[in-house]
């Protein structure tokens, strides 16, 4: 689509998050360190311990795109289609919905962004763990990276995991003086699956997305 064209390629937004994104580390004196950067775009599956990493990935990624749940999103009630430009332009925000129905948009977007070269962040999660600890392959929700890589099985998918010097209080917040530690792992290699079936093995790509993970610990 070509708003979505607009939206990828005209970050005039980008200026203003940053300075958010520099105030809240600032204000916090929080560090972030960065290892193994991926050397193009494509899908990036993390770990989700804070209710503030979208703070870090702003920092190191300020025009990504990051999926976050439509409830978190209604900034102006019922007008869902305000809510949505509001949250793609300015916030580099991919929304997700939870019906079935609406979740194909969700996809949709997220498959978009990355034929147009940018990077998407994504949370398997579906919410914060409030612990750097790996989650467990069972809690994953899978349906983007499947989506993305039915589209294009060519895309490069790498793994990140989040890890925090400090105190992760039950809020989702972290202490000031926190040191943040973003770790990508290299291109993830999913050959053992068939991403053209109907049908993928949601178990064995689960394994694949935790081991990852694991690699980086």
């Known amino acids: 689509m070509l708003i979505n064209k607009i939206i990828a390629k005209i970050d005039i937004f980008s200026y203003f998050r940053r300075l958010k994104t520099n105030s809240f580390f600032k204000r916090n004196n929080l560090s972030i360190k960065v290892i193994n950067f991926p050397k193009k775009s494509g899908l990036i599956v993390a770990t989700h311990p804070t209710t503030v990493d979208g703070f870090f990935w702003k920092k190191i990624l300020p ?49 978009e962004f990355l034929n147009l070269n940018q990077f998407v962040i994504i949370n398997p999660t579906g919410q914060t763990t409030f612990t750097t600890n790996i989650p467990n392959p069972n809690s994953l929700k899978l349906g983007a990276i499947i989506k993305a890589l039915q589209k294009n099985n060519k895309l490069q998918v790498c793994s990140a995991l989040i890890e925090i010097e400090g105190q992760i209080y039950d809020s989702g917040l972290i202490s000031k003086n926190s040191i943040i530690t973003i770790k990508f792992s290299k291109p993830i290699n999913f050959l053992i699956l068939n991403f053209d079936s109907i049908k993928v093995d949601i178990n064995i790509l689960s394994k694949i997305i935790v081991d990852s993970w694991k690699k980086l610990d």
């Open 63 to 111: 025009s990504a795109f990051r999926t976050v749940d439509i409830d978190n999103l209604q900034i102006i009630p019922k007008l869902f289609f305000l809510n949505e430009i509001i949250a793609l332009f300015y916030s580099r925000i991919i929304p997700v919905y939870k019906g079935k129905p609406k979740r194909e948009k969700t996809f949709r977007w997220i498959s």
